[in-house]
């Protein structure tokens, strides 16, 4: 069965840390690479990060790369993947989830509709 659990999320204040996992059943991550989105309330979804299959990263502008805040990475022999997120603020509050793509798993997802989707992990950061 093809499935994808993301895990992690919960209530924190501005300033605090969550680490999110993405657990993958029937996907080899050695063989398939994991997109990181976020939705925020009245926001469209957005792509976050993506780890390749071969390690390699595509960052998006919502990783603010140059903030340092967000790293992601992956366990292969475990089958999941991470999302570190660091300093939080209010503006990264959203449902976090994890992607593989539809029809080619070495590609970052897009967002399609026929990417696999986990369920979405909510993220809140308020004081």
């Known amino acids: 069965q093809l499935q994808l659990v993301e895990s992690g999320g919960g209530l924190v204040r501005p300033g605090e840390s969550l680490r999110l996992s993405c657990a993958a059943s029937?996907?080899?991550?050695?063989?398939?690479?994991i997109t990181w989105f976020r939705q925020a309330p009245g926001k469209e979804r957005e792509p976050v990060s993506c780890?390749?299959?071969?390690?390699?990263?595509?960052?998006?502008p919502a990783f603010a790369f140059d903030e340092g805040r967000f790293s992601v990475s992956k366990d292969n022999a475990k089958n999941t993947a991470f999302l570190q997120m660091t300093d939080l603020k209010s503006e990264d509050t959203a449902v976090y989830y994890c992607?593989?793509?539809?029809?080619?798993?070495?590609?970052?997802?897009?967002?399609?509709?026929?990417?696999?989707w986990g369920q979405g992990t909510q993220v809140t950061v308020s004081s």
């Open positions: 780890i390749g299959f071969s390690g390699g990263f595509t960052h998006y």
């Open positions: 029937g996907f080899n991550l050695e063989e398939n690479s």
């Open positions: 992607a593989i793509h539809g029809t080619d798993g070495r590609r970052c997802a897009k967002g399609a509709k026929d990417d696999y």
